[in-house]
């Protein structure tokens, strides 16, 4: 069973920057050819938000092209998310997860493991 940890969250000003890493473990390569960064903000649902494969193609949500950047080390099995420009609106709880394909990265139900994630709250 796939092993997520994240970290790299906290409190930052509108307009600011945050990086978050996460490190994967306990799959195969296969498993993890694409790996994503997911947020949930209070009273939502979990949505999607960049993913990369091993070939580091990379994936967007709309709100955040220009200002987020998802990049990888496929040595670590790690992947990072550098936030700028950040807006209230970011705030939630990012996760990642890993996936066969970017296609299967937006099957959220068939992601059965999660980390705990980590908090990002961007305020005045």
């Known amino acids: 069973q796939v092993q997520l940890v994240e970290s790299g969250g906290g409190l930052v000003q509108p307009g600011g920057s945050l990086r978050l890493s996460c490190t994967a473990s306990g799959t195969s390569r296969f498993n993890m050819n694409a790996m994503g960064w997911y947020r949930q903000a209070p009273g939502k649902r979990r949505e999607f938000v960049a993913g990369i494969t091993e070939g580091y193609t990379t994936q967007l949500v709309d709100s955040v092209k220009g200002r987020f950047t998802i990049s990888r080390d496929n040595h670590k099995n790690m992947i990072y998310l550098q936030m700028n420009i950040l807006k209230p609106e970011d705030t939630a709880v990012y996760y990642c997860?890993?996936?066969?394909?970017?296609?299967?990265?937006?099957?959220?139900?068939?992601?059965?493991?999660w980390g705990q994630g980590t908090q990002v709250t961007v305020s005045e």
């Open positions: 997860n890993v996936g066969t394909s970017l296609i299967k990265l937006h099957d959220l139900g068939d992601l059965r493991s």
